[in-house]
Nanobody, 126 residues
Framework: QVQLVESGGGLVQAGGSLRLSCAAS????????MGWFRQAPGKEREFVAA????????FVADSVKGRFTISRDNAKSTVYLQMNSLKLEDTAVYYC???????????????????WGQGTQVTVSS
């Protein structure tokens, strides 16, 4: 089992940047594929980005492509989400998640992740 703790959320103006971190503890971090999801009020949880075990392969949702970057540091057991050029519609609770699976053809869905953090709020203001 792995425990996940997100940090780095907050209030930022549109056009600004934030970097989210997700620290993992428990089993060997490098064995897990890591993902970021977000959930806005009244909406379903949606995929944002994912990174495979080594960091050599990633997926990024079309809605954030070119603005968000996912990365990981296996030595620090941490995955990051760099968010630039933030928009009002990026406002949501952001969750990191872990799984042992990877599909090179598509990003995994919510149900395919086994472990979840508690979430961190990101609010983008005008």
């Amino acid at each position: 089992q792995v425990q996940l703790v997100e940090s780095g959320g907050g209030l930022v103006q549109a056009g600004g940047s934030l970097r989210l971190s997700c620290a993992a503890s428990g089993r060997t971090f490098s064995r897990y594929v890591m993902g970021w999801f977000r959930q806005a009020p009244g909406k379903e949880r949606e995929f944002v980005a994912a990174i495979n075990w080594s960091g050599g392969s990633t997926f990024v949702a079309d809605s954030v492509k070119g603005r968000f970057t996912i990365s990981r540091d296996n030595a620090k057991s941490t995955v990051y989400l760099q968010m630039n050029s933030l928009k009002l519609e990026d406002t949501a609770v952001y969750y990191c998640a872990a799984t042992n699976q990877w599909n090179y053809g598509r990003p995994l869905t919510v149900s395919e992740y086994n472990y979840w953090g508690q979430g961190t709020q990101v609010t983008v203001s005008s």
